[in-house]
């Protein structure tokens, strides 16, 4: 199997299964000398791991992760540094409960990767869906948390990247109420708190009935400089699209005003320009942050919608490997939205991606080009 690698310049490669004894990823292209500690990684894998309220799965894995390779420290270096070798991170896992899927070995997981992983490779692994599982999710968001530290030596600012819950099934937020405050206060990293007590209410009765419910999340980096990306086969926009895709269960994404902007007029859609304090200022943002593919300087503004989770109590339609026309109904334990602990890995794909686009602006025209954000 081959395509378990993402970036270029900055990449990283995820290994490991769902039900396997650990999963990990091999990061490759980190510049040296960025002070990184088990901790920086930590922090961040605490906020996707299972188990963490009753609106997530009841796995319990406690995510905790080991550096293999890759920094170094003595008495000279003030604290663990990277080196620039390739930073090996593994994360074991512990709570396996295999058993679970002994029922379905043979069948076809509606809405799920079974039958077209299959029909790829002529076996797969049915215990929680082997590469396919969102378990994998935990390699990137290890990942990012590097990405992030990096960016901290390869850019001029610091980049603030944050990330949340927009919505839930057909239920929005109330943009008047958005409050990047919120968003630890609440179990769905949701800014606008009365559109957290809605889903609360909401989420729990589809939980109880067997069943789940879709989302959209938002990830937002302020900081960026103008001048990342390129006006081509590198743009910027295109990678970000392209990683948000590949999260588990994401169907759509879009950037700034996105499938929006279809309904507005030229004059309504343009970010108009004007100088503040001697610099570029735009009057809005419906480009979201990148023109010609190529970075602003303005926020990066992405969002991506993440279905409903497939593994649901009610009785579905299906197939057995045979050919056989059966019924199945999935057990366990799974998410009543997968979307609430994709918020952290969409902001772990941002970091990875601007990561990616720092190191490659560094070998195409250097440092000196970047402009300061405005």
């Known amino acids: 199997m081959s395509l378990n690698t993402f970036g270029r310049a900055f990449r990283f490669t995820t290994w490991g299964e769902s039900h396997g004894p650990a999963l990990g990823v091999v990061i490759d292209g980190c510049p040296p000398g960025v002070l990184l500690k088990a901790e920086d990684i930590q922090s961040a894998l605490d906020r996707r791991k299972p188990g963490g309220s009753k609106f997530v799965t009841q796995r319990k894995e406690p995510d905790a992760v080991k550096i293999l390779s890759g920094i170094f420290e003595d008495d000279r270096t003030e604290g663990p540094r990277t080196t620039g070798a390739p930073i090996s991170l593994m994360i074991e896992n512990v709570d396996q409960r295999s058993k679970d899927y002994a029922d379905i070995r043979d069948k076809y997981r509606p809405g799920h990767a079974d039958f077209t992983y299959d029909a790829?490779?002529?076996?797969?692994?049915?215990?929680?869906?082997?590469?396919?599982?969102?378990?994998?999710?935990?390699?990137?968001?290890?990942?990012?948390?590097?990405?992030?530290?990096?960016?901290?030596?390869?850019?001029?600012?610091?980049?603030?990247?944050?990330?949340?819950?927009?919505?839930?099934?057909?239920?929005k937020i109330d943009r008047a109420n958005f409050d990047w405050a919120q968003i630890d206060k609440n179990p769905f990293w949701c800014p606008d708190a009365e559109a957290a007590a809605l889903w609360e209410e909401k989420l729990d009765a589809a939980r109880k009935a067997g069943s789940s419910m879709g989302a959209v999340i938002e990830v937002v980096a302020a900081g960026v400089p103008a001048g990342l990306g390129a006006p081509v086969y590198g743009k910027l926009d295109a990678d970000l699209a392209s990683a948000m895709m590949s999260i588990n269960a994401a169907k759509a994404v879009e950037i700034g005003a996105g499938m929006e902007a279809a309904a507005l007029s030229g004059e309504e859609n343009a970010d108009e320009i004007r100088i503040r304090n001697g610099a570029p200022h735009f009057l809005s943002n419906k480009a979201g942050g990148v023109l010609g593919g190529i970075s602003t300087g303005q926020e990066l503004v992405v969002r991506f919608a993440v279905k409903p989770t497939s593994s649901i109590l009610t009785p579905r339609r299906t197939i057995t490997r045979g050919g056989e026309e059966t019924e199945i109904q999935t057990k366990g334990r799974h998410d009543p939205c997968v979307g609430i602990r994709g918020v952290p890995v969409g902001a772990a794909m941002m970091a990875l991606v601007l990561a990616d686009h720092a190191m490659l602006h560094r070998g195409n025209v250097g440092d000196g080009h970047l402009k300061q954000r405005n």
């Open 120 to 171: 790829k490779y002529g076996f797969r692994d049915y215990r929680g869906g082997g590469r396919s599982s969102a378990r994998e999710t935990a390699a990137r968001v290890a990942a990012g948390a590097v990405a992030e530290k990096a960016l901290g030596v390869l850019l001029p600012d610091p980049v603030w990247i944050r990330a949340c819950l927009v919505q839930m099934g057909p239920h």
